[in-house]
């Protein structure tokens, strides 16, 4: 029961918390971009553009600082067994993403504060593309430790701890390049999606319609690029976890004989353990996408479990499937609606040769599909990790024996109950605040002059 509770306790609060991780490397490199829009061509709007999703970046930060936190203590009070084991290995990237990347981004998001109209416009730009990098730098090492969770390299097992033997090995892990290129550019395309959904609701109120259409439009073009890319990175993703963890394939498509060419189940209705009542099945696809061959071989969930069992002992080694099954299918889905909502947006704006001129149904939509990326985010999380289960770390140690001995199952119920009140009423903080500064809009300018050479003449930008 205290690996349960402890097990639920820790999913929540990190999915909570990775609703704010994305939006915020997001929302820093769009604020970036608009902020070098204005620096470069001398423009209000852009200036007043990264003023005010600026603030919604700060209040996401915020939040996703105070989050985040919590994880910490729960490694050493829920999970010290699996602190103890993994300690030498996450030692170092851990200790690199808090005291380079989270300080690089802490003291120069300070600096971007309270350095607009002190700092000259030019250092003034450098700082939140500091921001930026440190964020994209604290996730690559965050992504370091977990990579190695899935996917084991550059060690020796010693006295029954994992110990560090090539940290290089541990940079170099294939599993982290992937993941990382892959959760970057979702975080990119979260952002851009909140950023075309604020401008979508702009537009449909006629509030600063000339600036929200650059937003809008700059936000539709790279949530459609990121889309196309997360998509090839994901693909690739899911070759190698073929490669490294056949189940989770196998308990992604819920598929229990190995077979060569294998369809891929688009919906199924009924038992995914037996006999289902419904099934939309795309022959070959599944091989194509875990080979890429046509009649590529896919392992099934009956065989990696005796291969499993004949490695690593008696047990069960199967996920919980439903949450394997619709995670994959979850993810996927938004993801290319994503692709069809950005690609038919960026279309509609050119249409008789007006800039982003949309329907109100399709601006409607886009408000809605703020939601999308969060959605898919999420599920993509859950069955990352969900599929690796009975493993916390895969192959050398199970989620059973990592909990901490001498926490009792009323402690871990009472902290449980604790954080979800208490994550509770930070997510309706956190929608408020998000909510009363999006509704604001741009102001009056009043704010200040743009910020750029002041050599340079002020310049419309067209679009």
Known sequence: MTVLLSRWQFGITITYHFLFVPL??????????MQTLAYRKRDGDWERLSRFFGMLFLINLAMGIVTGIVQEFQFGMNWSDYSVFVGNIFGAPLAMEGLFAFFLESTFVGLWMFGRGRLSPRVHLATIWTVSVGSIVSAFFILAANSWMQ??????????????????????????????AHTVLASFLTGAMLVLGVSAWHLLKGRDTQAFRRSARLSAGVALVCTVLVIVTGDIQARLMDTQQPMKMAAA?????????????????GNLSGQPVFQIRIPHLLSLIATLSWNGRVDGITQVQQAEAARYGPGSYVPVLWVT??????????GFLILIVSAWSLWRSRRGGRPFELGRWTLWVLVACIAAPFLANTAGWLFTEMGRQPWI???????????????????????????????????IIDVGLMYLTAQRGLGTGAEGPPSGPPHEEAEELVY
Do not use: C
Not at 24 to 33: E, S
Not at 253 to 269: D, H, M, P, W
């Open 325 to 334: 099954y619709w995670g994959f299918r979850i993810m996927v889905g938004l």
């Open 393 to 427: 770390v895969y192959g050398l140690m199970k989620t059973g024996q990592a909990a901490s001995p001498t926490v009792s199952a009323t402690d871990v119920a009472l902290t449980f109950g604790g954080f979800v009140l208490l994550y509770t009423v930070l997510g």
């Open 253 to 269: 498509e819920a598929v229990y004989k190995s077979s060569n060419g294998a369809s891929f189940s688009l919906l199924t209705i």
């Open 151 to 180: 996917h084991p390299v550059g060690y020796r097992i010693v006295d029954h701890k994992a110990e560090l033997t090539d940290f290089w090995a541990v940079l170099r892990n294939s599993t982290l390049w992937w993941a990382f």
């Open 24 to 33: 915020t490397i997001g929302l820093a490199l769009l604020v970036a971009v």
